[in-house]
Every structure is written in structure tokens, then in C-alpha cells.
């Protein structure tokens, strides 16, 4: 990119009053979130971040920053927080030992505990329950395999995770009251 | 008791200064080097920060006045090997190493090294430069007297031939003395942080990632490439160089915790030297965390450097750089922090601005003295109104040695180290 290309984006002002000061040791006291306060927003992490080349609203600093601030709302309803690809790179990254990665996993475990996760990934995880895979197989795709002459897709252990899910209370999160089961 | 005598270890400016003021007091001083050469760091600088002073021309008159001082005995390639006694009264045994020259006859004119087949990589340029295996680290050195490095030395005896002084003896033994002093100064320096351990940078592996001493080299009129920047892939003027701040300081994960205060001023430095050096002009971007510039003249030297010379700079530290096999151009990816923009930008050259680390020399000299040091090997001050005591009666520190910091502050601990030397030495 050449020097012209330096844009300073807009964004929308941050008002104090929408900022939970709390937010951060809220945060430091899970412990995979504990080192966030000592980030000094040196943009490391997001300089070496796999994901934040392929798509502009992606940059783990960024959601440090926002955490530190305050930024309850936007941090955990955003979305951007499920993008990461957990690949750790940033953390190797970072001068100050921060633990992108395991502060990304303990803000996504607030939000999930506050039902901001993705509806995208829900279904994810209830076809993982149901079938064993994280996407359905389908009648094409049994089809398109036995034309390459592949295996037919193993059994998954499905009732073992079902077990696991009702011993853990993990299924009331995934299915809603209306469901049944 | 002693006869008046004070001990320097380590010959930089900071234990140049300190031998100059004890011996200036009418005290005999020994400053002890364990290079050919007096000078240290500040002599492969080629200008100071912020006044741009040139280096050489202000270090090198007070390199000549130890080797001319009569109340000082400048043992260079020497090494301190035994330490006893206390404050007031220590036996020091210093060995001198052969330079299979005879010091008295060399006159330092350099024809055996014209002579020399045997080529190899001068480390006071930082290994980018060549020496010969009969050498001078470099042509101000001080004694003015060759060396022959043993390690590269084929033998052929070329240069005994040639030397009209008759200087050459290859039968040279080391020497030891044995001194009695009053007290001790420390001035053993640093050395620059290892910049092969952030893989990311790829420093040691890519032609066009030099370290900020390398850089210092190309600079300097006397350095490998007379001050001419050139790129090392393929002799190429680079028109675009890129700084890089913090590199193993600030960093607690792969590197130091601590700022080493003097990267950011040398960098902007260097980043207006380029663009004096480089015909044609050049265009330098320093990406950095902060921008420390703390010190007298400093912050107008930061202003400066933007308003008069150009010099650009972005707040981010560079994630990776990724080298063009083709042209050897480097790829550098870093986030602007202050308009959330992650980008990525071609340099023709990067500089890293690493970090300055307890030298090697001073774990040396602690193997026979230990002295408390603190977490990273530096020296320790007493406490904190006695920033040049250690804590060893009558054994007194000043420059990187006991921290990091800038050649005006490790002269003014130098001078302070020296009188409490002197007192203790009376
Ligand atoms: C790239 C770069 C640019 C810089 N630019 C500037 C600048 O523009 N302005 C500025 O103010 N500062 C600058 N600095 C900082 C400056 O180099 C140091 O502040 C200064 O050189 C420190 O001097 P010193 O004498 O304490 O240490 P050194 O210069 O490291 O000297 C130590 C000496 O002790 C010797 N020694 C070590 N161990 C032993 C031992 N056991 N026995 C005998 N001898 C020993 C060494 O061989 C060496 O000669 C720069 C630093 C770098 C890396
Ligand atoms: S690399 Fe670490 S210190 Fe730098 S911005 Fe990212 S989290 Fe913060
Ligand atoms: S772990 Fe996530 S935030 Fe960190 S570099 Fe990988 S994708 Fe980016
Ligand atoms: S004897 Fe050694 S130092 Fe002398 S010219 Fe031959 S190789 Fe060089
Ligand atoms: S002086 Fe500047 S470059 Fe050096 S460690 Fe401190 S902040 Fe980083």
C-alpha cells in the first residue's frame, strides 16, 4: 500500500457514560483474562493476526483497547470476537504477555453466558450434539463421496455426547423452550 | 597500604573519562581494555543525538590524551584475572594478550596489512565490513599499534617481511602484572540485544534487515562503506527505510521489561543521517510504541526531525516483516494504532532499533568480583543516593554497566564515580 492509502476511518464518538469502568477486572478476575490490563496498545498482535488481513473489522488490539475502556456492549454483542481463529499467533506476538487468545476465549465465554453468541455457532454446536459433525451431512454429499470412492463417513459417538451435554446442563443452551427435547 | 592507585575496567567513553579525572588529580590510574582498542560503542557511532555531533571528533582527542596521560598505564587486549584484598588496599592480576607485535616498535603504518592474504569479518564494523588477519579494529584506533589475530593467522609470514620496524614476533607470550590499588571502576558497557530471537523480523536471515550498529557502520566515514548507505543483497541506494522501535526492550516476553532510553533518539537519528548520507534522497518512517524523548534538546529534536528533515512516523510495532525473494525488498505489517488501519508497506531496508543488554564482559568481571546484580545482570548501586557505589567497598560503576542511558549521563557518573574513587584511593 502506498502513503496515500493511510485513511483514518470514521467512527461513531464514545460517550463516557456508556463505558463500564468495571469491565476490565471483570475480565482480569477469570483467569485467562488476567493479564489484559498490562496491554500498552502497541498493535503487535494485530500485525502479525491471520484473520485481520482477510477482513477489516478484525484486530485483536482493538478489542483489548475496547475492553479496557469499558466497552461492555460493544465488545461482547459486536460479533467480532468470534472470529478469531485461536491460532495463538498474536500471543507470541505481544511484549507484554498478555494472552490475546485467552482473554478472546474468556470474553467469548461471558458472552455466551449472556446469549450474545452467534446463532450461527448455536447451530454449530447443536449439529455437533445431533450428528457428531459440525455441519449436517447431507444425501449429496454421501453421494459425492461414494462417486470419489470414499469411505462412508463413520458412526459418531452421538449418544455419549448427548449424555455429556445433559450432565453438564450445556443443552439448555442450546435449544430454546419452544424446542422440545 | 597502596601505593595512590585507582583501577579502571573497560575502556568506552564512560571508562575513559573516569581514568582521565582520577589521573587528572595526580593518581596513578590503570585503565584495563580487553580490546586492541580504546573507544567502545561510542567509537562505531557516527554522529550523537540531538546536536548531531560528530562521534569521532569528540571521542577520539580524549582516546589520545589516556594513551598519552602520564599518570595512566593503558593495558589494552588486558584482562583483570584475580582481585583480593579490600577498599584502600586490592591486588589486582592483569593478564595482557600476545598481539605478536612488539607495541614499542609498531609505528602503525599499516603496510602489513596491505600485504596480509588472509581476509576476514571486522567485528567493530559489526561484521559487515573485512579486516585483515594483521588488523586495527579500525584507523583511529588507539594505540595505534596491529594485532594478528591467531584464530585467521596462516602463518605465511608476509607481514614479518614487510615490516620495516621489525615489529612482528610471532615467539609473543601474554604478560601478567600484578598491581596494588586503592579502588575500582566498572565502565564494561553493554551489548546491543540479539535481534535473531524475534523470528518474526527475520533479522540474520533477510540481507536487508541490518541491526541499528550495522546501520551506525554504513553511516560512518570510516566504516565499511565510507558513509555511503548501500543495501547488503545488492548494493542498491535504498530510497525507502523503515525503523523499528523497541525491538527486545519493552518486552517482556522476548526480550528485556525495561526501556532502554536511547533507541528512540538514535532512530530519529539515524532516520535524518540517511536522508543527509543518501544522494537523491530517501524516505524514513519510524514505527514505534512510544516516542521517548525525555532528555535536554531531545523533544525539539523529535519535532525537528518531522518538521525540517521528513521524517515519518507511525504509532505501531510491527508485527512481521516478510522478505521479496525477488528483490529483497521487505514487507512490513503493522497496525497505525491511531487510525485503527492494519497495512502493509514495501522498505527497501529495515532497521531494528534493538534494545542495549548487560555486556558479556561484565559477567565476565563479576565471575571474579561478585558483585550483586539485579535481575538482568546489571550492576547494582548501593542504594539509591549512591548510584556509583557498589555494593563492594572502594569497587565504584558508571555507564551502561549499572544501566542503560546516553553518553552525556555515563560521563557525568563517570566523572562522579571518579572522585569517589579518588577519595578512597588517598
Ligand atoms: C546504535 C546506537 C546508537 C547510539 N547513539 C547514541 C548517540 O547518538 N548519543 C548518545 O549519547 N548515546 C548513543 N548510544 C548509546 C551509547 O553507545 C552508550 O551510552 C555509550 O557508548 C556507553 O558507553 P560505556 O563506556 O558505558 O560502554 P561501552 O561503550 O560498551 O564500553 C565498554 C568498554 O568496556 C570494555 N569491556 C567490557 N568488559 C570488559 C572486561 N571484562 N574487561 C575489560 N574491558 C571490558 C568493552 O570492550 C568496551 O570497550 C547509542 C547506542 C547504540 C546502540
Ligand atoms: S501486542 Fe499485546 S500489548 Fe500490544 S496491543 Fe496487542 S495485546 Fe496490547
Ligand atoms: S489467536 Fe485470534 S486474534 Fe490472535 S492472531 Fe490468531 S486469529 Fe488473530
Ligand atoms: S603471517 Fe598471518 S598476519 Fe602475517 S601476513 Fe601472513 S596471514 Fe597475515
Ligand atoms: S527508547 Fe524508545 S525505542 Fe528504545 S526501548 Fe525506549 S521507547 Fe523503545
Same mark, same amino acid.
Given at each position: ?6 485513511? /483514518? ?9 456508556? *463505558? ?30 491471520? /484473520? ?15 475492553? *479496557? ?5 460493544? /465488545? ?30 474468556? *470474553? ?56 455429556? /451435554? ?16 | @597500604? ?47 543525538f540531538p ?9 577520539? $582527542?580524549? @582516546? ?12 589494552? #587486549? ?19 594478550? %600476545?598481539? #605478536? ?41 588507539? $594505540? ?5 589475530? @591467531? ?72 566504516? %565499511? ?30 526480550? @528485556?521489561?525495561?526501556?532502554?532510553r536511547v533507541c528512540c533518539m538514535?532512530a530519529i537519528k ?18 514505534y510504541?512510544d516516542v521517548r524523548a525525555f532528555g535536554k534538546g531531545f523533544e525539539e529534536f523529535y519535532q525537528n526531525s518531522q ?6 512516523f ?43 543488554? $548487560? ?48 553518553? %552525556? ?18
Amino acid at each position: 500500500m502506498s502513503e496515500g492509502e493511510y485513511k /483514518v476511518p470514521i467512527k461513531e464518538p464514545i460517550k463516557t457514560k456508556d *463505558l463500564d469502568p468495571d469491565f476490565k477486572y471483570e475480565i482480569a478476575d477469570t483467569y485467562l483474562g488476567r493479564h489484559i490490563t498490562a496491554c500498552f496498545k502497541c498493535g503487535a498482535c494485530t500485525g502479525g493476526c491471520p /484473520v485481520g488481513i482477510l477482513t477489516e473489522i478484525y484486530k485483536p488490539r482493538q478489542i483489548i483497547g475496547e475492553a *479496557l475502556l469499558g466497552m461492555r456492549e460493544k /465488545v461482547l454483542t459486536g460479533g467480532e470476537l468470534w472470529l478469531c481463529a485461536t491460532c495463538y499467533t498474536c500471543e507470541d506476538r505481544c511484549p507484554q504477555k498478555v494472552n490475546i487468545t485467552d482473554v478472546i476465549i474468556a *470474553l467469548r465465554n461471558m458472552a455466551f453466558r449472556e446469549g450474545h453468541t452467534p446463532e450461527a455457532l448455536i447451530e454449530q454446536a447443536r449439529n455437533m450434539v445431533e450428528t457428531g459433525w459440525i455441519q449436517k451431512t447431507t444425501a449429496s454429499m454421501d453421494k459425492r463421496r461414494e462417486e470419489l470412492g470414499l469411505s462412508r463417513l463413520p458412526k459418531m459417538a452421538v449418544e455419549d455426547m448427548q449424555k455429556i /451435554v445433559k450432565a453438564t446442563g450445556f443443552i439448555k443452551y442450546l435449544y430454546k423452550k419452544e424446542d422440545k427435547k | @597500604m597502596s601505593e595512590k592507585s585507582v583501577l579502571v575496567i573497560g575502556a568506552g567513553v564512560t571508562g575513559i573519562q573516569a581514568a582521565l579525572d582520577v589521573a587528572n588529580q595526580g593518581i596513578k590510574t590503570y585503565l584495563v581494555e580487553k580490546t586492541p582498542s580504546v573507544g567502545g560503542h561510542m567509537a562505531q557511532l557516527d554522529k550523537t543525538f540531538p546536536t548531531l555531533d560528530c562521534s569521532a571528533c569528540i571521542l577520539t $582527542p580524549k @582516546m589520545v590524551d589516556v594513551a598519552r596521560h602520564p599518570n595512566i598505564e593503558l593495558l589494552t #587486549y588486558s584482562e583483570v584475572k584475580e582481585v583480593s584484598g579490600a577498599a584502600g588496599d586490592f591486588t589486582v592480576k592483569i593478564e595482557t594478550k %600476545p598481539r #605478536y607485535i612488539d607495541a614499542t616498535k609498531c609505528t602503525g603504518c599499516g603496510h602489513c596489512a596491505l600485504h596480509c592474504p588472509v581476509e576476514v569479518l571486522n567485528d567493530f564494523d559489526e561484521n559487515i565490513g573485512v579486516r585483515r588477519a594483521i588488523y586495527v579494529p579500525f584507523p583511529q584506533a588507539v $594505540p595505534l599499534v596491529y594485532t594478528i589475530d @591467531m584464530d585467521n593467522c596462516i602463518e605465511c609470514e608476509l607481514c614479518k617481511n614487510i615490516c620495516e620496524a621489525e615489529a612482528v614476533n610471532f615467539d609473543q607470550e601474554s604478560e601478567e602484572i600484578e598491581v596494588n590499588v586503592g579502588s575500582i571502576i566498572l565502565a564494561t558497557g553493554y551489548d546491543l540485544f540479539d535481534a535473531t530471537k524475534l523470528k518474526n523480523y527475520g533479522y540474520g536471515s533477510y540481507d536487508n534487515v541490518l541491526s541499528s550498529l550495522e546501520f551506525e557502520r554504513l553511516l560512518s566515514a570510516s566504516g %565499511p562503506a565510507g558513509g555511503h548507505v548501500f543495501r547488503l543483497s545488492d548494493g542498491k541506494i535504498p530510497r525507502r527505510i523503515a525503523f523499528l522501535q523497541c525491538v527486545g526492550s519493552r518486552d517482556t516476553e522476548h526480550g @528485556m521489561p525495561y526501556c532502554s532510553r536511547v533507541c528512540c533518539m538514535y532512530a530519529i537519528k539515524n532516520a535524518i543521517l540517511a536522508k543527509d548520507h543518501i544522494h537523491g534522497g530517501c524516505e524514513t518512517t519510524i514505527f514505534y510504541i512510544d516516542v521517548r524523548a525525555f532528555g535536554k534538546g531531545f523533544e525539539e529534536f523529535y519535532q525537528n526531525s518531522q518538521i525540517r528533515f521528513g521524517v515519518k512516523f507511525v504509532r505501531g510495532k510491527v508485527g512481521e516483516i516478510a522478505e521479496d525473494v525477488d528483490t529483497n525488498n521487505l514487507i512490513v505489517r503493522v497496525e497505525d494504532t491511531e487510525t485503527g488501519q492494519l497495512f502493509e508497506d514495501e522498505f527497501d531496508m529495515v532497521v531494528l532499533s534493538s534494545g542495549l543488554v $548487560p555486556s558479556q564482559g561484565s559477567a565476565e568481571i563479576n565471575k571474579i568480583l561478585n558483585l550483586p546484580i539485579d535481575q538482568y545482570g546489571f550492576f547494582e548501586e548501593l542504594n539509591r543516593i549512591s548510584p556509583v557505589d557498589t555494593k563492594i567497598e572502594g569497587v565504584y560503576m558508571a555507564g551502561v554497566c549499572e544501566s542503560v542511558k546516553d553518553i %552525556p549521563d555515563g560521563v557525568g557518573q563517570a566523572s562522579a564515580a571518579a572522585m569517589r574513587a579518588s577519595l578512597k584511593a588517598i
